[in-house]
């Protein structure tokens, strides 16, 4: 995706929330919520010009983590049945993906596992069911931005003794969910949710995806980041 169309899909989300600013400050319909789940990351093959330096380039990378943190709900604006609401958290992501490079013309292989901790912040604006103050069970949608900070970062290669030196990556997603939330009184419900997001700030070769690039010999640190992550989650929510 060019940089044009990804600047103006961030402008597009941000004029969205521009929008729908809470009228007041009142608590009326605040809601708290703990979530925990598992994820699934990719990161894509890079697509190097032929004659440019190749790293990493034997396959996609993908594997599975885990995610866990808290969210606050605000409700923006009530129609007949429904509620539009904002959803803003702090969560973080654990990812590890393996995949393996080859040297094409000695075809040696080494497996390599990329991994990355993330505090992740989604700002989410989502349609359900119910009032402002009173969700009901039913199926829920929603579509935000997520800004993605990276914490920890590195990479196991076997066989070794030869490293991949890391560094982590902070980025700005978009994030797509699809969730359903059963609810069990009027203060608690429990939601079951699928969320994707894409970072459209991975680059797509392999010179671009290390910070510092001079050599095939020293190329610097790796930026480690994922294409999509998808995440499947429960927990709980408790309306103030």
């Known amino acids: ?47 190097d010009p032929a004659g440019e330096p190749s790293l990493l380039s034997g396959s996609a ?21 429904a509620v539009l609401e904002f959803e803003g958290g702090l969560l973080f992501s654990r990812h590890s993906a393996m995949g393996f490079e080859q040297d094409p013309e000695t075809g040696n292989r080494r497996d390599v596992t990329l991994q990355a901790n993330m505090l992740r912040v989604p700002l989410l604006v989502h349609l359900r069911r119910g009032t402002a103050d009173t969700p009901a069970s ?15 970062s590195g990479a196991i290669v076997d066989p070794g003794p030869e490293k991949l030196h890391t560094t982590p990556t902070s980025h700005l997603g978009a994030t797509v969910a699809l969730g359903f939330d ?15 997001t894409w970072d459209p700030f991975v680059a797509d070769n392999t010179v671009e995806r290390f910070d510092d690039f001079n050599t ?15 995440f499947f989650m429960t927990g709980v929510r408790w309306q103030l």
């Open 216 to 230: 095939s010999n020293d190329p610097g640190n790796y930026q480690v980041a994922y294409n999509w992550q998808l």
């Open 182 to 196: 059963y609810q069990a009184n009027p203060q608690l419900s429990i939601p079951l949710e699928f969320r994707a």
């Open 61 to 81: 990378f993908d594997g599975m983590g885990f995610l866990v943190g808290g969210t606050v709900h605000y409700p923006l604006v009530e129609t007949q049945g």
């Open 138 to 152: 039913g199926f829920r949608l929603g579509v935000g931005l997520e800004p993605m900070l990276g914490l920890q």
């Open 1 to 47: 995706m060019s940089n044009a169309l990804s600047k103006l899909l961030a402008a597009g989300l941000l004029v969205a929330f521009g929008v729908f600013v809470p009228a007041s400050s009142q608590a009326e319909g605040l809601a708290l919520g703990a979530k925990v789940g598992g994820n699934w990351s990719l990161l894509s093959k890079p697509s």
